[in-house]
């Protein structure tokens, strides 16, 4: 093996650099080549079918059967005219990747020849099986129906595969009885619910408000490491990750990767990747190196919600398809490297009114600085409500890894609002409101407050350790992981900001009944809110052992594994949350508690499995071939009568050898026996309990000690590559 890891090494250190060429120097040209947007589609669309498609994508009315053909028909020419020869329906099963099942336009006829077709029922619903994908026991193994839907608000693009062309649909996916097993549809519901709940409160400000869309925006970070040393690492391949590997020497400690100069061939890879993610309307805007060497970030300008996730989804297939024309491998990994920066997916969160207004930046007038205020004070509130399943929907067995270590947010869900809007909170939370007898005309609200200040776009410094931070006219989850589909966080987010502004709409409402003029009644409600979620603020250092102390003495949550973050999703309170904004059923909530349970039970399994494998097949067998040359030294040393010291030295090493062997041994048949014990469990909760806190409990102890035999056998016998190696691009 060791030979193995000497030729991967050879390989990676004498890679060309894979020479890329843009269609264009112009970006301008070729942006959305591949997407049938508003303009291709009054191209290849007649008129009345474009208006149905864009009545669809604006105000929710469903596409008509006889419009859908003439869509098809449009579909069909466009792409065929590309050369598309195939489609497909594209959708986010539970796995947490992309699916997709392609069919040919191809059709013989009655007499013998064949015929291009595509009919608007086959954009419209296609049948996969829905028993062979998680469904937390919705659908049973002799019930497989299910069906994708057509989603008119995310275009369909044409995917570049080798020589091939597919005309991809985006759809949701859904069981035969209706419940969800994907991503998109809770989430399409979702902002439907927070569209009609903020427009509702816009009305108390800017009655030209009549849609409210949320707008994201994903900065994507990954590592990258040569193919060959990729498939010399059982466990990478398998896992994501690697399980064994002592630090080199230097790894990110004088922090001179971030920002440095990119590295020739990832320059080359991202330029490919880029070209393709641009032709299909991703607007990719940055690249730079990342804090850990190896480590990598791109990110797009804004897009709305819906089609920021699909593009994110449709990015990550990307980078891993054209990796392999460089000979590379994308690591989405949350944590692929122990002892460096693991990696997150930032999701940058906003509302946009259909007038083009952020409701989250800071306005120059008191009336819009009293929308602004509304719409922040209420999403810290319901994120305050509501933080445990927060923590929830970025639960995963990667993730884990990266919360609360020295770079990543920690598993307490808190928010950062900077020194200059705390200030202002506190300013109104110590104020007496009360209604003004003559009009202001200063401008100010007529209350009984210190003026609002014109609060500026970038007021603050910003604060990385924080899970949930305001940075200037949007909120930043950083706690989201670097392979989650970005949909699960943003359904619970947009949930819970509509289930809070249709509870201020009420409070707020029932004041004004009371006689209490609209902008009084607004501010007491923000007042009263302010009060009430004030445990939620915190601009200190999250990484500190304080924190962890102070958050208890709030009440504030601190989850650290995923079985016990997943338990909310079963919580009467969130059952509520969801049923009343007819987003999640009971029994979906309890599929979904399932599914994400067995899937991180299975993961730990595969890495279980894995490494008992590796140090079964590979490691052990090294340091005992170096133990034999060490013992066939010593006796060497002794037959020509130098049985000194360096003898003595030697004796050392082989007794240590065995010892680290031993252990190791000792505990791989220890996790062996506690899966067994852990397997026969029926309760998919318990199951992943017990391999949570049983099974990984033997990690550390082989890794420690394989960590160590590292150190001890020569360098040349070592059967896997270091992490210095996996890391070293030029």
């Not at 958050?551 to 079985?563: E, Q």
């Not at 020509?640 to 050898?657: H, M």
Request: with cysteine; glycine share 6%; hydrophobic share 40%.
């Amino acid at each position: 093996m060791s030979l193995l890891r000497f030729k991967a090494l050879e390989a990676a250190m004498s890679r060309p650099v894979v020479r890329v060429t843009p269609p264009s120097t112009k970006i301008s040209d070729f942006f959305g080549s591949n997407v049938f947007d508003k303009n291709k589609m009054k191209e290849f669309l007649s008129k009345e079918a474009y208006q149905s498609v864009m009545s669809s994508i604006e105000l929710g009315i469903p596409v008509d059967r006889t419009m859908a053909e003439q869509i098809a028909a449009g579909l069909k020419s466009w792409s065929m005219g590309r050369g598309v020869t195939h489609y497909t329906h594209w959708f986010q099963p539970l796995t947490g990747t992309t699916a997709e099942k392609h069919d040919s336009f191809f059709e013989p006829t009655a007499d013998g020849k064949a015929i291009e077709k595509f009919s608007g029922d086959a954009l419209v619903q296609q049948e996969p099986d829905a028993s062979s994908f998680p469904n937390g026991g919705i659908r049973s193994t002799f019930e497989a129906r299910g069906y994708t839907a057509w989603d008119p608000s995310s275009p369909a693009f044409i995917m570049e595969s080798g020589s091939g062309l597919t005309l991809c649909i985006p759809t949701v996916f859904v069981s035969y009885t209706g419940e969800a097993l994907d991503f998109k549809a809770p989430l399409l519901k979702a902002l439907n619910s927070l569209d009609k709940a903020a427009t509702a409160v816009c009305q108390y400000f800017d009655k030209a408000v009549t849609k409210v869309n949320s707008s994201l925006g994903i900065e994507q970070e990954y590592f990258v490491v040569d193919e060959d040393l990729f498939f010399a690492r059982p466990d990478l391949v398998a896992t994501g990750r690697t399980l064994f590997g002592h630090e080199s020497a230097r790894n990110q400690q004088l922090e001179d990767h971030y920002f440095g100069s990119i590295p020739e061939r990832v320059y080359a890879f991202m330029l490919d990747f880029e070209t393709e993610a641009l032709k299909l309307g991703i607007p990719l805007k940055t690249r730079h190196n990342e804090v850990a060497p190896g480590q990598f970030e791109c990110a797009p300008i804004y897009e709305e919600i819906n089609l920021a996730i699909d593009h994110n989804q449709l990015l990550m297939d990307l980078m891993d398809k054209v990796a392999r024309r460089h000979k590379l491998k994308v690591l989405l990994h949350e944590k692929p490297f122990a002892g460096i920066n693991g990696s997150g997916k930032h999701n940058n969160w906003s509302l946009i009114t259909n007038t083009g207004k952020n409701l989250l930046a800071p306005g120059k007038t008191p009336k819009n600085n009293l929308m602004f205020l509304t719409f922040f004070v209420n999403t810290v509130k319901a994120v305050h409500n509501h933080a445990d399943l927060l923590r929830s929907s970025i639960a995963s067995v990667n993730n884990d890894h990266r919360l609360g270590a020295n770079e990543a947010p920690p598993a307490i869900i808190s928010i950062f609002l900077g020194e200059q809007l705390n200030e202002v909170l506190d300013e109104i939370e110590s104020s007496h409101v009360v209604n003004r007898k003559k009009k202001d005309l200063s401008g100010a609200l007529g209350l009984n407050i210190p003026k609002i200040p014109q609060i500026l776009l970038d007021n603050t410094d910003r604060n990385r350790t924080s899970p949930f931070a305001f940075t200037g006219n949007k909120f930043e989850f950083r706690a989201v992981g670097s392979s989650a589909n970005s949909a699960a966080p943003m359904t619970v987010l947009n949930a819970i900001v509509a289930e809070q502004l249709t509870i201020f709409k009420q409070d707020v409402d029932k004041l004004v009944k009371k006689g209490e003029k609209k902008d009084v009644a607004i501010m007491k409600i923000i007042r009263q809110y302010i009060k009430e979620s004030k445990s939620i603020r915190f601009e200190g250092n999250g990484y500190s052992d304080e924190w962890a102390q102070e958050a208890a003495s709030r009440g504030l949550s601190n989850i650290k594994t995923t079985p016990k973050a997943l338990d909310v999703l079963i919580t009467e309170k969130t059952a509520e949350l969801f049923e009343k904004q007819h987003i999640f059923t009971e029994r979906e909530l309890h599929a979904r508690h399932e599914i994400f349970l067995e899937n991180y039970t299975k993961k730990i399994q595969i890495e279980a499995r894995i490494m008992g494998d590796l140090v079964t097949s590979q490691i052990i067998p090294a340091a005992l071939n170096y133990q034999t040359r060490l013992i066939d030294n010593v006796k060497g040393l002794k037959e020509i009568g130098l049985n000194g010291a360096l003898s003595a030295s030697q004796l050392e090493i082989i007794t240590e050898i065995s010892e680290r062997v031993s252990t190791i041994k000792k505990a791989v048949y220890d996790m062996i026996e506690a899966r067994k014990k852990a397997n026969v469990l029926t309760d998919a909760r318990e199951m992943a309990i017990a391999y949570d806190e049983k099974v990984k409990s033997f990690f550390e102890t082989i890794r420690y000690h394989v960590d160590k035999l590292e150190l001890i056998v020569d360098d040349a016998q070592w059967p896997l590559p270091k992490f210095r190696e996996l890391l070293f691009i030029k």
